[in-house]
Every structure is written in structure tokens, then in C-alpha cells.
């Protein structure tokens, strides 16, 4: 029993595994022909493999395959059908690409793609030939490409201290991890280098310059090292994800998690590579972290973390931003919180004096904090010679601009001005607690380096100016001397120290502020309604926190781009921004400016993506790209006006879908009702008819049959009335037609239309004798008086009292219908006016329209009509309407 519950699967588990195998069934598969560099035959083996799978019947063509004219592998191209390239013109140069378009019209079974880390041309779709391979495979397209060991993002770094050539193209490890099958083409380093000998690699002249340079020995055996090493280790995770999924014993790797800290600095790039190649040795989880703290970056340091974080993500590592001011510490918190149980940091690099004392600090403190934490510090790339050159300068305090530093300045001098005109009634020790004031004041509105200019030129004015003797730097007093130091140390300390808190607190001020304005918005959704009143509360926001105009399209009944909001947005839209727009809303992915799909544009578009299904898309105009911090915040907002739309259009597919269900069961009623109303009439009729034509019979017979005949047709016109009358109300085609009219003539009508019905009956009418003339629709009222005396006649004994009685009161016509039936039981009061509603305990037959007519007509003169029991037994229905009068006198009341 122990070992079955231990092995027994866990349901979210399976149910999360059967979703993703669903979701790589609908995807093409992708093949990489995977190499240690050029020339191992990479794409003759892909030709070869592909001949082999078109012999078997599978559709397979060229995308795009690069010959280098050898005539091996171009001997294997001609027996594939090959689509033409696209030519791209840039710089006055053609440029031949794939055609991507074309791949996914044609719709093959498999397509051949070499070189999966080629940088498309400029006005390609995207950026990256990979890119390009993604969109086949999500079409459901199966591809064959080749890839060198050197354009693996996280090798990069590593090929280029072994070559010493730097690898500009690259694809990220996530696509080669995700990639369904990858076959190593192997060769040794003397066949290698015997091909390139021969020319069958390159010409002999650049054969030559190869062997001598990227080509050397030592080079190609690290190379093939290298990537025997991750298709090796590439076979032993996908063994142990086959023995977890199966849920099969084995020697398992404890659970490992590793964290990267990365800050703003070029290192932290080899510092991911070099971890993402740890994490994928090891099997291990892996994570990133930035600790924002109140260093201001300038430009340039924005740029490379938005170029590390990127990378991060390229490498498939989930990364994360918190803001503290303890570097160590937030690691440490970090790092306990996720059950981190290795840290990768760079090894801080010595810049300048305040560095030297920071750097052991910081290195020992992370090991100290860490616990039990492994902690790994990868070295610098720098050389040593680049670390000395720099150890004696001074700290860089780039973020301030000129500006920032002179007009400090100018209020030092200035103070220090006031205060010698002055020095007579003060005192130099008094001067000192001004100047000092004044830089904890600057400290307030300006950065370190300024601050640091405060003190030090207040300090020099101080001696110069005001400590004995005067005009001199010489301090005479060993008393002056400590104080000088001590005003010194203490303005700079405070100076910094505020300015620091000051950064901080702006940097949590504006997490602040935004996780205000999320909540703003998702309380202002949750109490929305409409897609109409979404999209001007999303627009708004965005507005006011980011100053974009957004433009917001979403999709239509047919789960297309709604192309009359494109046409409608008052925008003048190319056909290529519609393009996009409908290529973004299809994948799920942003494209546009500042981005690596289709740059071209002059707006970057954005999906709303819901949790089941696509939304529509959001275009904004801006002129920079976000940062990061202000990405996290656009992504955080996109999600919530996305889950607002997908719970509006669940909303009014639910209402659709309740009111075709509705629809469904009243069909169902009125079918049935229908057919037995139908068929009774009918039946008498027939029966009737075929009685008189068969033979002859007496007249007292035939007056009898006649007068079936006559009740049958009147019961038949009467249901047809309803359904019509039903009909009416249900299309809003009900049009008044008020009139000035007596009551008297309105019971008389009635009550002559209903008289056989009534004679089983004592009918009592009471009308006021001062009753004025009421402007109402007489043809309704009718139809209202008829429908409830006859509801009376049905459900009230024979030889009971049935009483109309009619007043006005306050300017409303009131009418009560009273019988001495059963009345209505209690939980069935409030619903004898719904359509086909019918009593539990009433006689057979009836459509139960009738009521539901009553109350639609009363409501089309503005009025309301209630259903009640009487106290000593029966029903009552109470009619009042709102009418005009054309004479009143005493008015009467209604029986209690």
C-alpha cells in the first residue's frame, strides 16, 4: 500500500504533462545537425536524412540551403523541390533570404533550413533566421536545420577565449534544449583538416588562412570537446526527464537551484553563460536576480542591464528585480526564500579607492551571510595589469551633470559670502554649523558627487576664510584642526548618506506609485462593465502613467483581428501595420519598433493574451524603448486589462449561451404546448366535419355539431392570438394606440365575447358611477380584461362569484379580477406571469401565455399588474395604469 502511494501519480502532475504533450503535438518538430564548426558535413547529413524521409512519401523542400558550391551537397539539392529566395535591398545591395511566407503557404511536411543562427537582412520579418524556424514549427511544420557549437549563446564567450574570435550570431540555449532530436556530426581534427586541405571546405587560399587562424588543432579538439559534451549531457536529461515522467526508480539528482546576482556591469554576461552551462551539467534549476539599490545608472549602465537581462531571458532563466539597500543581504534573503542552494556572483572588479575597501567586504560578507549556501565567484576577464591601471583613481560620479555640480558650488559661495560679511557678530564655529546645514540641505536635491564637492569646498572656505589666522590654510589651534576634520567628515558623511536615502527613496516611491496605480486599475476594472467602458479605462491608464496613446483591436465573432476597429481607429494604417497587427494577435508575441520581428514599424504592438485565449492587440507610439523596471510594470498592467477583456467576452458567452439554453427549453415548452392545443381543436373540428359529410342527420344534431365546430375554431383563434400577441411583445413591436375611452363599453365587450363561458358563472361588474373617460389602447385592454377572465373561468368552481370592479385613483386606472377558486400556493406567486409558466396543480390544458400577455400589455401602457389571494379564498389581480381623464369627481377605493 506504501509503495502504491508513493508511486501513484500525482494528478496536477499528469494533467500538466498530457497539456504540454498536447501542445508539442500541434508544433512542427525540429532537428538540429549539430556540429563542432564548418566543414563536418552538417548539411550534407541534413540532405541525406531528408532524401531518405522523401522516399518514404513525405513532403520535403528547400527554405534555404547554403551549397558553398560544393558539389556533393548540391548534387543532393537537385532532387528537391527548392522555393525561390526573397530579395531584400539594402545599402544598394540585393540580399537573397528565405522566404518565410512562402514556407507557410506551401505547408510541407518537412522543410530544410540551413544555418540556424543567421541575422537576416534588414526589412526581414524578424531578426533571426530562429525566429523565422519558431513560426514554421508553430504552423505545424517539422524543420531541419544546422547549428555550430560556437553559436550557442551560453558557448559563445568560452569558443571566443579558445579562438580568439568574438561570435556575433547566436541562438539561445532554450531553442536548442526545446529542439525534439539533435544528431552530432562528428569528425576527428586530422579528417577535418585533411577536407580543408583539399578544398572541400573553402578555397584553397581561405583553407589556408583557416588552418592558420579559427582552424588550429588545438582549437578543433576543444571545439569537438565541447560539443560531445552537450550532446552528452543533452542524453542524460532527456533519460532523466523519461525516468521521472515515467515515474521510474533511479538514482536521482537532488534538487539544485542555482542564483545568478547580476548588476549592471558587461561581466555579469559571461557570468549568465557560464551559470546557464553549470545549471544544464548539473540539472538544476536555475534563476537571476538584480538588487536595485540607490546608485543612480547612468545611460550607459541602463543599456547593458537591459542587455543582461535580455540575455537572461534568451538563455531561459527566470529573473527577477528587487530593490533593497543591502546587496549582500538581499541575495542572502533571496536566495533562503527560494531554497537556493548554489549562488553565482562575478568577481567585483577593482575600479578605484573606495573599491578596495568595498571588495573584500562585499565577498566575505555573501560567504559569511550564506550559510549553508554554496557560494561561487567566477573571475574577471580582464587582465590583471587592466585592474592596477585603475587601482589609484578616484570614484566615478557620472550620473550628475555639470549643472548639478556648479550650482552646489554657487551656494556654498554664497552662503560663505553672507556669512564673512557677517563673521564680526557669528564667529567662525557658528559659520561651520551653516555650511554644514547648507550641505545636508544640497544632499536633499543632489547626488554623491556634487555633495561631495559641497564639503570639500566648504571645508576649504571655512579654513580659508574663518578658522585664525585667516587668508591662510595654516590652522593654528589643534582644536581648529580636529574640527575642520570633524566638519569635513561629518558634512560628507551626511551629505552622502542623505542623498543615498534620497535615491531610495525616489526608487521605492515609484514601485510604489505603480503598484498603486495596479491596484487603481484592477479595482476600477472589477467594477466595469462592457467592453466599450474596458477599453476607455485601459487607454486612460495608459495615458496617465506611461503618456502613450494606446489603440486597442480586439477579435470578432469569427476569432479574427476585428478589421472595422483598424479601419475606425482614426489612424492612418499601412498595410504592413495591419500585418502586423494580425501577425501579433495570431502568435502571441509582441512585434513592431524595439523589437526583433518586423522593426520596421513605427509602432510596437502588443498581445492581450487572457489565460484561455487571445484577446486582440494594443499599438503604442513611443519614441524609446521601455526600461525594465517600466516593462515589468507594462507587462503587469497588459495582464490585467487582458483578464478583464477575456471576463467580459466569457461574460457575454455565457449570457449567449444561457439564452440559447433558455431558448431551447421555451421551444421544448412551446412545442409541447402547442401540439396538444393544436390537436384538440383540430381533432373536434375533424371529427365533426367527417360526421356532417358522411350522412345525413336531424337539425337539432347538426346545430350541435356546428356549435363544436364554432368552439373548436374559437379555442384555435384564441391560441393563435396569443402566440401572435407573444410574438409582438417579444420582437418590441407593441405600438399604442390610446384613445379616450369608457369603461362600460370595455366590460360590455368583454363580457359579450366571453358569455358562454361566463354562464356557468355569477359575474358582478362594479364601476363608480362618477367613473371619467380613460385614455388608453382599448384593443389592449381588451386583450388584457379577456385573458383574465377567462384564467378566472378555468380556475374558479362552477356557480362561484367572478368580479370585475373598476376606479381611479391619483391619477391611476385601477381594475381588480376576483374568483373564489383555489388561489395560488405560496412559492408560486411570483412566477404566474413568466411565459409557459403553468400551476402545479392546474387543469389540462392552456399554452400559459395568457398571464405573460397581461403583464406585457400592462407594461406597454406603463403600469404594473400583481397577482395576490384572497382572504376568504380565491385570486385577485390588481391592474394599475398611469392615464389621463377627462373629468373627475369623488374618487372610490378598493376592497380590503
Known sequence: MNDYAENRPDPDELLATLQNEEEKSK???LKIFFGMCAGVGKTYSMLQTAQSEKNKGSD???GFVETHNRKETSLLVEGFEVLPRKVHHYKSTQVEEMDLDAILSR??????????????????RHTKRYQDIQEILELGIDVYTTLNVQHLESRSDTVAQITGIIIRETVPDEVFENAEEVELIDLTSEELLQRLSEGKVYTPERSMEAIENFFRKGNINALREMSLRIVADRVDKQLHDYLQRKRIRGPWKSGLHLLVAIDYRLQSMRVLRWAKNLSYSMGAGIQAIYVETAHNLSDAEHQQLDKNIKLAKQL???FRIITHDDVVKAIVDFAQKENVTHIIVGKPRIRNILSMFRLGNFVNRLIRYSGNIDVYILGSDRQAKDRFRKLGSLPAFTTSSIWQYLLPAFYVVLTSGICFLLKEFTGYQVVSLILLFLVSILAVFYGTGPILLAATLSALIWDFFFIPPSFTLHVGEPVDVLMLIMFFTVAFLNGVLTSRVRRQEQKIRIREERTQALYEITRELSMTTGIDEVIQV????????FKLDGIIFLKNSSNHLDN???NSSGISWSENDISIANWVFRHSAKAGKFTDTLPSSDYTIYPLTGINENIGVIAVKHEKSFTQGEDQFWEALLSQVSGKFEREFLRITAKRTYLLDESDKLYKTLFNSISHELRIPVATIMGASDTLLAQSYPDEVKIKLYSEINTASVRLNRLIENLLNMS?????????????CDVHDLVNKVTDNLSSELAPFKLSVVIPPDMPLVYIDFGLMEQVLHNLVINATQNAPVATNIRLKFFYDNGFLTIQVMDRGKGFPADEIESVFNKFYRGKESITGGTGLGLSIVKGFVEAHQGTVKAANRNNGGALFTIRIPVKTSDINNLSKPDE
Open 564 to 566: 472595422n476597429m483598424l
Open 27 to 29: 508544433r512542427g518538430k
Open 107 to 124: 505547408k510541407p511536411k518537412i522543410v530544410l533550413v540551413d544555418e540556424l543562427a543567421h541575422t537576416n537582412a534588414p526589412g526581414s
Open 728 to 740: 409582438r411583445l417579444e420582437s418590441g413591436r407593441i405600438t399604442l394606440r390610446p384613445d379616450w
Open 60 to 62: 520535403v523542400i528547400v
Open 538 to 545: 485601459a487607454v486612460r491608464y495608459i495615458q496617465k502613467y
Open 316 to 318: 531561459g532563466i527566470k
